[in-house]
């Protein structure tokens, strides 16, 4: 059984949303607050460490059931049941999404191509815990003895975002190693990574679920080739080790068998950091804590396969999502995690989500006649305070928000955690409340400003609010709530490619570029070449003025 194919448009359910949206259009976030006294009960969820508010958004509890009807109507159920147990739903790459086998609380069988995967899944696991043990605790030896003490991540997009953000996230578990990733093919970037790195001390992690990324394999050679000039050809054993799903091309590389983190084909790279994928968290941080990581997302999976949609908590934060981005017509959304540890949070999202959802065609072939995946963009609070608000605020654009918080500092308590803590909930109060011209002149009034000082400035002072949020209230930033926080959007995006109707675990839509790229590297070197449009014939031809 494979997902349904049925266009959300052709569903009643979403007629009565289209009838609910006319019929509230005019009515603010704060005239729902008026008419029930109860709001913030009935809109906002309690879940293990989660208090979840979605309270101050343009909808109410019928738009909500409205939304979830929609949501059985399109066989959500049985979809969540299909992408548990392995029916291969990325169906345009013939393949099952299961990075939630990797963090089962209770590993049971799961059977792939006829094969059970979760031993397999164990296996890996005690191979990267023997492993990061060995190195944490300094039994693992450079090739002249010395211990390691610098690890450098080597790997683009799913293999070095969702590690590179957790190992950030998670700072405040880590240990003595230090972690370093590199990504981009700019050779620049390297150079700089090169300066920092000690032959006799660094272990190199080669992650590429292909092995054939141009990016990674580019910085891969040349950090090989660096290491030759310092090191004889038999140290690469203690210092290359590769993650990847095809094993030729790491065995062509040089990497012996036993320095391999095998990855599947089940598992998506955006969705990877749970694999062996993760294993530069796992010498970050030691095996315990990424442990923990695995079971808060398995918390987050059997919530999310089990809460009922009108408590759940991914179920109702993607159908909020599918409301502003298909009958209210917004374009993004944004993410602010108040914690600066999460300040790579949106980086790690925007692939996530935009790779995921960002398609034009649904799962019939035919282009889609609605929107689909919304622009995801953010940065920390309260930095972006400083930055974006404005425009969250006054700008002519409705942004829904969310506001993702932790209750609990990590480090000794002191002020500046209730002074975080009341910016994170004065925002989404301005956004919703804005200042009319009452309070405005009022203010002015009370500073001494003259009346024809108050008109003049009166219109630049007021704030409309009734822009929408949703505040993610964590207890604390723990590896098990961190697990539970990515989940979450996980299976936030698996909901919302169900209703819009897409495939969202294949991304052909990153290969154009990468076929054109490998064609005009050819002609970097080539006299003559006249294939291309007039504007890339000629920025080709600059660049051959002023390369180096
Ligand atoms: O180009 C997109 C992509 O395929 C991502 O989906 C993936 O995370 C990234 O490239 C890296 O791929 P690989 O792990 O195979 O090097």
Redesign the pocket.
């Known amino acids: 059984m494979t997902l349904n194919k049925q266009n959300p448009l052709s569903l009643k359910s979403w007629k009565l949303l289209e009838s609910n949206f006319k019929k509230n259009v005019q009515k603010k976030i704060t005239d729902y607050f008026s008419e029930d006294p109860k709001r913030v009960e009935s809109l906002s969820l309690q879940w293990d460490s989660f208090y979840v508010d979605y309270s101050k958004n343009l909808l109410d509890l019928e738009t909500l059931n409205l939304l979830t009807k929609m949501a059985r109507e399109l066989g959500l159920n049985d979809a969540i049941e299909a992408y548990f147990n392995g029916v291969k739903i990325n169906e345009t790459e013939d393949r099952a999404v299961l990075h939630t086998a990797l963090r089962q609380l209770n590993p049971k069988s799961i059977i792939v191509d006829g094969e059970d995967i979760t031993p397999k899944i164990q296996a890996v696991k005690k191979q990267m815990y023997d492993f990061a043990n060995k190195v944490i605790s300094g039994n693992w030896k450079g090739h002249t003895g010395k211990a390691i003490s610098h690890v450098v991540n080597i790997?683009?997009?799913?293999?070095?975002?969702g590690p590179a953000m957790v190992t950030e996230a998670l700072e405040f578990y880590s240990n003595h190693l230090q972690i370093t990733f590199v990504s981009n093919v700019e050779g620049d970037h390297l150079a700089e990574v090169i300066k920092k790195v000690d032959p006799e001390t660094t272990l190199f992690l080669i992650?590429?679920?292909?092995?054939?990324?141009q990016?990674?394999l580019s910085n891969a050679n040349t950090l090989r080739k660096w290491f030759l000039n310092h090191a004889p050809e038999s140290a690469i054993s203690n210092h290359f080790v590769a993650v990847?799903s095809n094993l030729e091309k790491v065995t062509d590389f040089g990497i012996a068998k036993e320095n391999v983190f095998p990855m599947n084909d089940w598992v998506?790279?955006?969705f990877?950091l749970w694999s062996s994928?993760g294993i530069s968290i796992c010498l970050a941080v030691g095996p315990k804590h990424f442990e923990d990581l695995l079971k808060g997302a398995g918390k987050m999976d059997q919530h999310f396969r089990t809460a009922v949609f009108i408590e759940n908590i991914p179920v109702i934060l993607a159908l909020i999502t599918v409301w502003y981005n298909n009958f209210w017509e917004v374009e993004t959304e944004a993410i602010i995690p108040y914690s600066q540890y999460l300040r790579n949070l949106p980086a790690y999202l925007q692939?996530a989500i935009m790779?995921s959802n960002g398609k034009g065609v649904d799962r019939n072939g035919k282009s889609v006649d609605y929107n689909t995946g919304n622009i995801i963009w953010g940065a920390s609070g309260t930095n972006g305070q400083h930055a974006f608000f404005q425009l969250m605020h006054q700008g002519t654009k409705m942004i829904p928000a969310d506001f993702i918080g932790f209750a609990q500092p990590l480090h000794k308590r002191n002020d500046h955690q209730d002074k975080l803590i009341s910016n994170f909930f004065a925002q989404t109060q301005a956004l919703m409340q804005g200042k009319n011209e009452e309070t405005v002149m009022k203010e002015m009034s009370d500073q001494g400003k003259s009346p024809a000082q108050i008109e003049a400035l009166l219109p630049f002072k007021i704030f409309e609010g009734n822009r929408p949020s949703n505040t993610l209230f964590i207890e604390q930033l723990t590896p098990s709530n961190l697990g539970s926080l990515i989940a979450l959007y996980e299976h936030r995006i698996f909901v919302q490619g169900v209703i819009w109707n897409i495939f969202s675990y294949d991304?052909w839509g990153?290969?154009l570029g990468?076929q054109l790229a490998n064609k005009i590297l050819k002609d970097f070197d080539k006299e003559e070449f006249d294939h291309h449009d007039a504007s890339t014939q000629g920025l080709i031809q600059h660049y051959k003025k002023l390369r180096k």
């Open positions: 790997g683009i997009g799913g293999s070095d975002l992650v590429s679920k292909t092995f054939t990324t990016e990674t990847s998506g790279g955006r990877s994928v692939q790779e991304q990153v290969e990468k």
